[in-house]
């Protein structure tokens, strides 16, 4: 990622100074205006929007910027399995924290990796449920989950459903099951 200072305010410099320090960015020599940061430019963007105390309007995002390092960034594909009727996780990179969660996944027994393509693993339980979990509770940033809307389609209608209705003549709640 790089960071452009559109003036040298001792704010911006030692907040980049700070970020120096800590072997998280390097001043480019050529261009003392410009930083390289480590990573890709959505976290650096939202950490610094949350922790830097810039307004949130003073940090400019170069949109194609943003699109192509999302692009590049380390993904899980979260799909449906309907034959088997459950969720497929395709890892884009074998990255110890997505192998280290799958893993953890397969020792609660909720998880299965499958042998003829380890980088995808097979989740028991439907797609939304599953996406849902991993976005609250894996620790992973939203953008590195990606959704198949498809197969979120295809895995909602294969869910067993409930439909409430009023039965007048009795006065009573009625409910039909779909499967």
Do not use: W
């Not at 480019?28 to 930083?35: I, L, R």
């Not at 990255?95 to 909720?110: N, P």
């Not at 797609?127 to 198949?148: Q, T, V, W, Y």
């Amino acid at each position: 990622t790089t960071a452009t200072l559109s003036h040298p305010l001792s704010r911006f410099t030692d907040y980049f100074d700070m970020l120096e320090e800590e072997g998280k960015a390097q001043q480019d020599f050529a261009n003392p205006s410009m930083y390289q940061l480590e990573g890709y430019l959505r976290p650096n963007a939202n950490s610094m929007i949350n922790s830097s105390g810039f307004e949130r309007h003073l940090i400019k995002i170069d949109k194609s910027s943003l699109k192509a390092s999302d692009a590049a960034q380390p993904t899980i594909t979260l799909g449906f399995d309907p034959v088997n009727a459950c969720t497929t996780a395709t890892l884009s990179h074998p990255l110890s924290r997505f192998t280290d969660y799958f893993d953890m996944l397969e020792e609660e027994g909720k998880a299965q990796q499958d042998f003829a393509n380890p980088s995808m693993y097979q989740l028991e339980g439907y797609l939304r449920p599953n996406a849902n979990s991993m976005i609250n509770s894996s620790g992973f940033e939203r953008h590195l989950i990606k959704i198949d809307k498809s197969s979120l389609k295809a895995s909602d209608a294969a869910q067993p459903t409930i439909t409430l209705g009023f039965d007048p003549v009795n006065a009573c709640t009625t409910a039909t099951l779909s499967h």
